[in-house]
C-alpha cells in the first residue's frame, strides 16, 4: 500500500533503500533522541530494513521530487491490547523520524497528517497515540501541529534499544476531534 501527499510519497521500505537509510540513520542527531541506535553499515540498515521497517503500516518518506526516501513513519495498531496499556482496542500509534538534511521543512507534519487521516477515515480507529522522549521538543513540535494533546507522562520507562530508563510523554488524538477540530487543517497550514 502507499499514500501520497503533496509532497510526499509514503511506501514500503525497499531493499534498494539500504543505502539511502544508512546515509540518514547513522546520524546520532537522528536515532537516540528516538530511542533507537545510530545505524553502523549498509548491512546494518538493510537488516533493519528487513526485520523493522518491513512491518505492516511502516512506510518509508519519500520525495516526489527525487524518488528518494529521507525518512519513516508507522502507524502501529493495538487490536490485541498487547502494545499499550492505555490505548483502547481500535486505536493506534504514530512515530516516525527524518533526516537531518530535511529538518525544518514540514515534511513529518505532512506525512503524519496522512497517517491520521488514514487511520481515521480508512480505518476508522478511535484514537491515535504519539509519544517522544524528555527533551525530544522536535518530535513534540510535530505532535503539538497536528493535532495531539498531551495524555500522560510515564517515568524510568525502558529503552531498551539504548539499554536505558527515560521519561516519555504521551499524547493522544481522537477521531472525534479530529473530525470536528482538524480534518483539513492540514491544507491550510
Known amino acids: 500500500m502507499e499514500l501520497y501527499t503533496e509532497r ?3 511506501r514500503p521500505w525497499e531493499e534498494a533503500d539500504a ?6 540513520a547513522s546520524d546520532h542527531r537522528v536515532g537516540p533522541p528516538a530511542g533507537w541506535k545510530p545505524h553502523t553499515s549498509v548491512e ?7 526485520a523493522v521497517l518491513s512491518a505492516e503500516g511502516t512506510f518509508a518518506v519519500v520525495l516526489k521530487e527525487t524518488r528518494n ?7 502501529i495498531l493495538n487490536k490485541e491490547n498487547k502494545h499499550s496499556k492505555v490505548m483502547g482496542q481500535n486505536d493506534g500509534e504514530i512515530g516516525y ?5 530535511f529538518w525544518g521543512r514540514e515534511l513529518i507534519p505532512e506525512a503524519v497528517r496522512e497517517l491520521i487521516r488514514y487511520g481515521f477515515e480508512e480505518l476508522s480507529l478511535d484514537n491515535l497515540w504519539c509519544g517522544y522522549y524528555e527533551g525530544n521538543d522536535k518530535s513534540r513540535r510535530v505532535q ?15 529503552c531498551p534499544a539504548l539499554n536505558e530508563t527515560r521519561t ?6 481522537s477521531g472525534e ?5 482538524m480534518k483539513g487543517r492540514g491544507e491550510e497550514e
Do not use: M
Open 177 to 181: 476531534r479530529w473530525e470536528r477540530e
Open 144 to 158: 503539538e501541529k497536528c493535532g495531539f494533546i498531551y495524555h500522560h507522562t510515564e517515568n524510568e520507562k525502558l
Open 44 to 50: 546494518d540498515s538493510l537488516q533493519i530494513i528487513r
Open 97 to 101: 523520524w527524518i533526516a537531518v538534511p
Open 8 to 10: 510526499l510519497q509514503l
Open 19 to 24: 543505502e539511502k537509510l544508512f546515509l540518514y
Open 168 to 173: 516519555e510523554h504521551f499524547t493522544v488524538l
Open 69 to 75: 526516501p529521507v525518512g519513516s513513519v508507522g502507524l
